[in-house]
């Protein structure tokens, strides 16, 4: 599934509105906090809120996007080495960062073997990499986006590595030292006016949604409005877990 996220760019920040992530805020600071240079890179940046974060942390950073509209709508406080291109090449030398960085993009690299190979390649001997997303495969998540629109589920599954397969393409890259961890928890609970309000149902909320067809899209919501309607209790319910996946570049 391939997602236009220039079409989308305009709205995307609005997650950083609704939700703190202070899970990714924690991993990503303890683990720059934990290293002596930190030169660091994350590989599809978007809209840079996390190259933000980490650049008023004291950090050097640098951050790649295919998509010039996410990109144009970088904060100022994201100041550093910020281009357009692909994961699978990096326009920096070898051995050039401290730390790699994937948020929520390892399952959007057109060919993420490929992607992890470069991110090996511009590491340092004892840099790292941290990738945080979703991993349906863990089969402990409840999401109304899953309940109501079901294809997205099957997206999901093709889309997302699971944990295995993540750590045999990481190793195959010559990263070593593999640990995974749930990060962030995602929960929430609204009404249908609520989420109309907040723009969860909106079809460019997510990449899940965005990939629908607009008769599956349409489908969805008629789904919810007849639950609605059948219950006057109903809530649309979040409890997803985001997992951390680290490795090292052998020293």
Known sequence: M???????????????????????????????????????????????????VLAQAGCEVAGID????????????????????????????????DVVFYINALHHFATPE?????????????????????????????????????????????????RSRRAAWIESSNLSDVAVWPVELLRSSRSLDEALRDGVLEQSFTSQLTGLTE????????????ATQRDVAFRLVCDLTLYATQASKPV
């Open 215 to 226: 008769a599956q899209y349409s489908a969805g919501m008629l789904r919810i409005r007849e």
């Open 66 to 97: 295919p998509s010039k509209e996410m990109l144009r709508r970088a904060p100022d406080a994201a100041r550093g080495d910020i281009r357009e291109g692909f994961a699978e090449a990096l326009p920096w030398a070898d051995a050039s960062f």
């Open 114 to 162: 490929l992607a992890l190979r470069e991110t090996f390649r511009v590491l340092r001997p004892g840099g790292r990499l941290l990738s945080i997303g979703l991993d349906p495969h863990e089969k402990r998540d409840r999401w109304f986006v899953y309940d109501f629109f079901p294809e997205t589920l099957q997206l999901d599954l093709e889309r997302f590595p699971s």
């Open 2 to 52: 391939t997602v236009s996220y220039d079409a989308i760019a305009s709205a995307y920040n609005r997650r950083y509105e609704l939700h703190d992530y202070p899970g990714i805020r924690s991993a990503i600071l303890g683990l720059v906090e934990s290293i002596d240079n930190r030169r660091v890179l994350e590989v599809g940046c978007g809209t840079c809120n996390w190259v933000a």
